[in-house]
């Protein structure tokens, strides 16, 4: 009898060692967990310029858009003029519509997930707006008429499959997607040609088009070394190194030789 209950506290005594025990196993791994995350993500922002006098009133080779030969076209412009370009600048020479990604580091291909959540490509008083679309490979695309004329979609692309779609009155939609990634995709209408545009499309998230200030940022970035490019529709394409702090911000810009 003695013996029997001898061995039953010894089997009590081992149990509660053993909880002891993976009680502190637990507690390591809370403590390492806690010690092991991450470092802090950063930033790259940057401005675009072009130099040769280039401003919004005076671009390069800019010509006068006849619309006459359509007068949906030529009603919706009235009063204003007009010009062919593919370069955008403010009165400082600073650069719209520029493609600046991360082509080359450790966070090339991540980001999580493409958005579900669709951009738009508009067709607005005869012209594309925006001029220049980035999207993520599989992002939806709508691509919409604001005219109450026919505009076709032509989309000439290397390594996507080309289409060409019309769209014969305002408000109609048409929904796509990008499976590969590509830059500098082109985008005209063969009823007026003078609209064109341009989409980039990426494997990752890290990528921003330069607004009418020629600003750009590109957030959430793990801290490393990378190889940023440039990219505009007619001026060419720039790239430089640039070395992204943890939880910090790095400040980069370009400059393109407008003629």
């Known amino acids: 009898m003695g013996g029997s209950m001898t061995m039953r506290r010894a089997k009590r005594g081992s149990a509660a060692g053993m909880m002891t025990a993976l009680a502190g196993v637990a507690a390591m791994a809370v403590l390492w967990a806690g010690t092991s995350k991450a470092a802090p993500t950063g930033s790259i922002r940057g401005v675009v310029g072009v130099t040769g006098g280039v401003t919004v009133t005076s671009p ?62 508009d067709q607005l008083d005869c012209e594309y707006t925006p001029r220049v679309l980035a999207v993520r490979v599989d992002q939806p695309v709508i691509i919409r008429n604001s005219d109450a004329t026919l505009h076709n979609v032509h989309v000439r692309a290397t390594n996507n499959r080309e289409f060409n779609i019309g769209q014969p009155m305002k408000g109609i939609e048409s929904r796509r997607t990008f499976g590969a990634a590509e830059v500098g995709i082109n985008v005209t209408c063969d009823i007026h040609g003078w609209m064109e545009g341009a989409i980039a499309v990426f494997d990752h998230a890290y990528f921003a088009v330069s607004g009418d200030d020629g600003s750009f940022s590109i957030d959430a970035l793990p801290p490393g070394t990378y190889v940023l490019e440039a990219w505009h529709e007619t001026l060419g394409v720039q790239e430089q190194s640039v070395t992204v702090p943890a939880g910090g911000t790095a400040e980069v810009s370009f400059t393109f030789a407008g003629g």
């Open 60 to 121: 390069p080779a800019a010509q006068r858009i006849d619309m006459s030969g359509d007068r949906y076209c030529s009603e919706a412009t009235a009063g204003r003029t007009v010009l062919d370009r593919a370069v955008v600048a403010d009165a400082q020479g600073r650069l719209a519509n520029v493609v600046v990604y991360v082509r080359e580091g450790s966070a090339a291909g991540g980001g999580g997930a493409a958005s579900a959540e669709p951009v738009v490509l």
